[in-house]
């Protein structure tokens, strides 16, 4: 039996929800090149795509909107929970608890997306109690005239965002809304394979992305940014954090070998949501770290991922860095659920094999006499 390490270049199931040509950098939803989504759609269409397979009319585009407004609420038990926690707790842990607790107030039955669309509309209230109860200021009801990226900012800033912000927003939102068989959907597969509910599946998926090594390293690319003064500092802080052992955080990637379109499209909105502001310091120290890392790690292929520039669009848009990566999650949670949709409709337990490498035929001690 061959041992794969991380399952390395192992298929587990046919799809056509998501393509990425990792050696030449290119990722596409459904067929449509992420440009082209990034440029000219939004959340709420692309949701619809990446769920349904097709982009939808106006009628169905428009259902898919309203739908998301209505159920935009938590129940008072999730919101009492969340602010309780808010000061002490990881937000991601805040939220996989309180996904858990949707599960249980849930108790229809309907179908896998009708669940996924509740889902997807509560997360960005959840990250906006966390945030406001931090700050001591006052909750932000969920506002319906706003589409879903307008709502999250303004559920988080307290005021409606200017079409710059919103734009940024949701770009940023459909980069991060799936991206074939990374760590985080796998994790749901597992779960869904075993005819488990979606809730499950999704808590799963939020426990996956937590790590540094996925959905974590957003918040970790930021913190370098501000560990360095200023860009002339980049270079010996990047060879002090090689040579030590460390990795290079928001560069690398099990698939891209180049870099990552997702990357090259937030540096653009990092710089333009960095212009002219304080933070137009750390756009200027990540730049710099792409440049050095590159030139040191280029070489191996590791290069830029989407988590390099995302936390700091993330943070000039008003969040808080350990929030970053539930963002990830509200916009991930489409990818996990509609792969588990796909992945139910011709299931198979997922269940790899192990090498066992240990003694087998021991003699049982009995424990009086165990040295
Ligand atoms: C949304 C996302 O999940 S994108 C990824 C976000 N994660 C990060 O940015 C964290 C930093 N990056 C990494 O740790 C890795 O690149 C991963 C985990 C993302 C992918 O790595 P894998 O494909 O599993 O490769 P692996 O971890 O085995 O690394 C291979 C080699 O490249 C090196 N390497 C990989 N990434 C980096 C990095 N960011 N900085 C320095 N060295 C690196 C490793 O040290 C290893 O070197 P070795 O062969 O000398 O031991
Ligand atoms: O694909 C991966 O392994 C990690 C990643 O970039 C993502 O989940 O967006």
């Given at each position: 039996m061959e041992l794969r390490k991380g399952l390395e270049d192992i298929a587990i199931k046919e799809t056509s929800i998501t393509y990425i040509d990792g050696d030449l950098g290119r990722l596409y939803y459904r067929g449509y090149s992420i440009y082209d989504l990034a440029s000219f759609s939004n959340f709420e269409e692309v949701s619809y795509l990446i769920w349904y397979g097709k982009l939808p009319t106006q009628r169905e585009l428009a259902d898919l909107k309203s739908h998301l407004a209505e159920e935009r609420n938590v129940s008072e038990e999730i919101s009492t929970f969340v602010s309780k926690v808010a000061k002490t707790a990881n937000p991601m842990d805040i939220l996989r608890t309180a996904v858990s607790m949707m599960g249980l107030e849930d108790r229809r039955e309907e179908g896998l997306v009708t669940k996924a669309i509740k889902i997807t509309a509560k997360i960005p209230?959840?990250?906006?109690?966390?945030?406001?109860?931090?700050?001591?200021?006052?909750?932000?009801?969920?506002?319906?005239?706003?589409s879903h990226a307008e709502n999250f900012l303004y559920m988080i800033n307290g005021e409606k965002p200017d079409l710059n912000f919103s734009k940024t927003m949701d770009v940023a939102l459909m980069l991060h809304m799936d991206h074939e068989m990374n760590a985080s959907t796998m994790a749901c597969l597992v779960v869904a394979s075993t005819l488990s509910d979606i809730y499950s599946s999704v808590v799963a998926g939020i426990?996956?992305?937590?790590?540094?090594?996925?959905?974590?390293?957003?918040?970790?690319?930021?913190?370098?940014?501000?560990?360095?003064?200023?860009?002339?500092?980049?270079?010996?802080?990047?060879?002090?954090?090689?040579?030590?052992?460390?990795?290079?955080?928001g560069f690398g990637h099990r698939i891209y070998k180049t870099m990552d379109p997702r990357a090259k499209i937030l540096k653009?909105?990092?710089?333009?949501?960095?212009?002219g502001k304080p933070t137009e310091r750390l756009y200027k120290v990540a730049e710099k770290i792409e440049e050095i890392g590159i030139k040191i790690l280029g070489k191996r292929g590791i290069y830029p991922n989407v988590d390099f520039y995302s936390g700091l669009v993330f943070f000039s848009l008003?969040?808080?860095?350990?929030?970053?990566?539930?963002?990830?999650?509200?916009?991930?949670?489409?990818?996990?659920?509609?792969?588990?949709?796909?992945?139910?409709?011709?299931?198979?337990?997922i269940r790899p094999k192990a090498i066992y490498v240990g003694d087998l035929g021991k003699k049982y001690i009995p424990i009086d006499e165990r040295q």
């Open positions: 209230t959840i990250i906006s109690l966390i945030q406001r109860t931090r700050r001591d200021q006052k909750f932000i009801e969920p506002d319906p005239s706003l426990s996956a992305l937590k790590g540094p090594l996925h959905g974590g390293a957003n918040s970790e690319a930021l913190k370098q940014f501000m560990e360095v003064e200023s860009p002339d500092q980049v270079e010996k802080y990047v060879l002090n954090k090689l040579s030590t052992g460390h990795r290079l955080m653009d909105y990092a710089r333009e949501v960095t212009e008003g969040f808080d860095t350990d929030l970053f990566p539930t963002i990830f999650a509200s916009a991930r949670v489409v990818g996990w659920t509609a792969h588990v949709d796909e992945y139910l409709l011709d299931n198979k337990l």
